[in-house]
C-alpha cells in the first residue's frame, strides 16, 4: 500500500501574501476570496493518486487544527477531498511525528509519496522514515 501526503502551502497552492504563522493560524487566511492559484503539477499528481485507487490520501500541513473547517472549504472549492488531514495539534510542528501517527495506523504501507517545498519538513520525514527501512520514500518537491 501506498501512502500520499500533500503539504498545502506553497504545495497545492501558490500563497496570495507572505507566510506568517500568526496569520496562516486563522480563518481569514484561507478565505477562497483571496484567490489561491493551484500548482498544476501537483493537481494532475494528485487526482493520478486518485486514480490509482491503491492507498490514503492524505492532507500533512502546518496549519493549525482550529482553521480546519475552512481549509476543507477551500480545498473542496480547488477540487480537493482528503481522506484525513493531520494539522498541528499543540505545539509540536514536526511532521515527522505525523507521520509516526499515520504509520501506526497504516502498518501494512511499503511507500510514502510526499509532496512538499519546504527542505526542513522533506528532512524530517526522511529521518523519521530511518525508523522504518521497509517504507520506500519517493519525495515531490514544489518549486515555484
Request: charged letters at 35%.
Amino acid at each position: 500500500m501506498i501512502i500520499y501526503l500533500f503539504d498545502f502551502d506553497k504545495t497545492i497552492v501558490e500563497l496570495p501574501y507572505e507566510e506568517s504563522i500568526h496569520y496562516m493560524d486563522t480563518d481569514e487566511s484561507l478565505d477562497p476570496s483571496l484567490g489561491f492559484k493551484v500548482i498544476k503539477r501537483t493537481k494532475k499528481d494528485y487526482q493520478n493518486a486518485i486514480k490509482s485507487n491503491n492507498g490514503p490520501i492524505f492532507l500533512l500541513s502546518n496549519r493549525v487544527t482550529k482553521v480546519k473547517k475552512a481549509l476543507e472549504k477551500t480545498l473542496e472549492l480547488l477540487g480537493y477531498k482528503f481522506d484525513d488531514y493531520y494539522l498541528i495539534d499543540g505545539e509540536d510542528r514536526n511532521k515527522g511525528n505525523r507521520l509516526k501517527q499515520i504509520l501506526k495506523k497504516y502498518p501494512n504501507c511499503k511507500k510514502v509519496k510526499y509532496w512538499e517545498d519546504k527542505d526542513k519538513h522533506i528532512y524530517s520525514i526522511q529521518e523519521t522514515l530511518k525508523d522504518y527501512p521497509q517504507i520506500k520514500l519517493d519525495i515531490i518537491k514544489t518549486i515555484q
